[in-house]
């Protein structure tokens, strides 16, 4: 790992859990949703920080936004969304906690830099994969919550700022 990322990572570590609520809801503009899509102020900073290279990351929230549009994933008013970055070169022991099956078959095959994104009902039962063949993104995994209703619209947000 390269000095930068090493101190984005930091800077990323000591300032998300400092998200909790929200002030403002930041507007994204989706044409295909027919819903307000939504960024709390720690997703948002999230998105426009943890960028390696280019600085942001709101690849990772048009990913979101984009499996909107399945049926199976829309059905569910709650959402939580991982993304996984292997950092580490393939067949390397991963110290980590324990992950679903599908992310541990992933991370034995995956090349650095390579990321997935899952998406699960909140109680584990995995809707939607999504593999990212690069990933310019400063953290080994993080997570974020979606909410989806008829008055706030989509939501994306920190797990703390739920």
């Known amino acids: 790992m390269d000095e930068k990322q090493s101190k984005?990572?930091?800077?990323?570590?000591?300032?998300?859990?400092?998200?909790?609520?929200?002030?403002?809801?930041?507007?994204?503009?989706?044409?295909?949703?027919?819903?307000?899509?939504?960024?709390?102020?720690?997703?948002?900073?999230?998105?426009?920080?943890?960028?390696?290279?280019?600085?942001?990351?709101?690849?990772?929230?048009?990913?979101?936004?984009?499996?909107?549009?399945?049926?199976?994933?829309?059905?569910?008013?709650?959402?939580?969304?991982r993304l996984y970055v292997n950092h580490v070169q393939a067949g390397e022991p991963d110290p980590e906690r324990p992950r679903p099956t599908t992310v541990l078959a992933w991370k034995q095959r995956a090349q650095p830099n390579e990321a997935l994104v899952t998406c699960d009902d909140g109680n584990g039962q995995i809707l939607v994969t999504q593999e990212i063949p690069f990933a310019d993104f400063a953290l080994d995994e993080v997570n974020l919550y979606l909410t989806n209703d008829d008055v706030n619209g989509i939501v994306v947000m920190l797990p703390s700022e739920y």
Request: no cysteine; net charge positive; hydrophobic share 40%.
């Open 8 to 81: 984005l990572r930091q800077e990323l570590a000591s300032n998300l859990p400092h998200f909790t609520g929200t002030e403002e809801y930041h507007r994204l503009r989706y044409p295909w949703l027919r819903k307000d899509f939504l960024l709390t102020d720690g997703a948002k900073y999230l998105a426009d920080k943890a960028g390696v290279i280019g600085g942001t990351a709101y690849w990772l929230i048009d990913i979101i936004a984009s499996h909107q549009l399945n049926k199976k994933v829309a059905a569910q008013s709650f959402q939580t969304w």
